[in-house]
């Protein structure tokens, strides 16, 4: 089985920074894509950014391109999400998963594995 584990959240200041990371277990990490979620209260669960197993591709939501950016370590089988100029509304909580296949969808139902999520609140 795969078993993701998220961390680095926490409460920060608009305009601050976080890096969020996902440490994988289980079959083999770098065949397959991975992507970072983030689910707000009372709202669907979000495609935030996602990476291809080599890393060589990466693809972005909207609402975080230029301020997110999505790295693995496929020898230490982890990912990571560089959060930056961080707004209240990226206040939510942000789950790790990893894909069915090699390059990142946007959608949740292509994706096999989730991890617990992290928490990030970001006061104005």
């Known amino acids: 089985q795969v078993q993701l584990v998220e961390s680095g959240g926490g409460l920060v200041q608009a305009g601050g920074s976080l890096r969020l990371s996902c440490a994988a277990t289980?079959?083999?990490?770098?065949?397959?894509?991975m992507g970072w979620f983030r689910q707000a209260p009372g709202k669907e669960r979000n495609f935030v950014a996602g990476?291809?197993?080599?890393?060589?591709?990466?693809l972005y939501a909207d609402s975080v391109k230029g301020r997110f950016t999505i790295s693995r370590d496929n020898a230490k089988s982890a990912v990571y999400l560089q959060m930056n100029s961080l707004k209240p509304e990226d206040t939510a909580v942000y789950y790790c998963?990893?894909?069915?296949?090699?390059?990142?969808?946007?959608?949740?139902?292509?994706?096999?594995?989730w991890g617990q999520g992290t928490q990030v609140t970001v006061s104005s």
């Open positions: 998963a990893e894909s069915k296949s090699r390059f990142p969808l946007t959608s949740a139902y292509e994706y096999a594995y």
């Open positions: 990476i291809s197993w080599r890393g060589a591709s990466t």
């Open positions: 289980g079959r083999t990490f770098s065949s397959y894509a």
